[in-house]
Nanobody
């Protein structure tokens, strides 16, 4: 059974930083493409950053230069370092793993950027 467990969300002031973590189990993590999505109230879920098992990362234009996705294959964990946070980054952030034709989701973690 595949499980993705996110952590690290919370309340932060504009300009602050947070690091999200997603611990994966039950899948061949080294071969999975890992990604972070987010969904703000009243909006569709959108891709934030994607890190394949091999190849280049890609980021949403709105987070380029501020967010960094990384993975530790030894720990089966993917991270999202978020710097220079803005109120418009407020959303539920979801971890996603894609392996072959299967896609898996975490339960989400709330990030709120507010003064």
């Amino acid at each position: 059974q595949v499980q993705l467990v996110e952590s690290g969300g919370g309340l932060v002031q504009p300009g602050g930083s947070l690091r999200l973590s997603c611990a994966a189990s039950g899948l061949l993590f080294n071969f999975a493409a890992m990604a972070w999505y987010r969904q703000a109230p009243g909006k569709e879920r959108e891709l934030v950053a994607r890190l394949p098992s091999r190849g280049a990362t890609n980021y949403a234009d709105s987070v380029k230069g501020r967010f960094t996705i990384s993975r530790d294959n030894a720990k089966n964990t993917v991270y999202l370092q978020m710097n220079s946070l803005k109120p418009e980054d407020t959303a539920v952030y979801y971890c996603n793993a894609q392996l072959s034709v299967s896609s898996y989701w975490g339960q989400g973690t709330q990030v709120t950027v507010s003064s």
